[in-house]
């Protein structure tokens, strides 16, 4: 079965989303700004998820880890969490 680790921002608004998307295009530390901005638990860690297969996440975040780009932030992607911005560290 597939499995990938990936990285994510987790923020209730698409704006607040798309401010840190910002950041992050001008250089900003993504494990830095998750540890600021994320509400996540795993913002703590830089919004390390560690490795998981395909279907233990949701819908929306699953199709952005297992289709979308390695190593490029992917979002804001919304779930009923809030929004995501999402690095894929990588799959197998």
């Known amino acids: ?7 994510h921002i987790l923020v209730k ?5 798309e ?8 250089g900003g530390d ?10 996540c638990p795993s913002g703590k860690k830089g919004g390390d998820l560690g490795e998981f297969r395909k ?6 975040f699953d199709r952005a880890v297992f289709n979308g780009p390695l190593l490029k ?5 919304k779930t009923q969490f809030g ?8 799959r197998s």
């Open 73 to 77: 932030v992917q979002g804001p992607i």
């Open 30 to 39: 993504f494990y830095k700004l998750a540890k600021q901005f994320s509400t």
């Open 55 to 60: 279907g233990d996440m949701v819908p929306a």
């Open 1 to 7: 079965m597939a499995s990938a680790s990936a990285c």
């Open 83 to 90: 929004y995501h911005l999402i690095k894929v560290l990588y």
């Open 13 to 17: 608004t698409k704006k607040e989303a």
């Open 19 to 26: 401010q840190i998307q910002q950041k992050l295009d001008k």
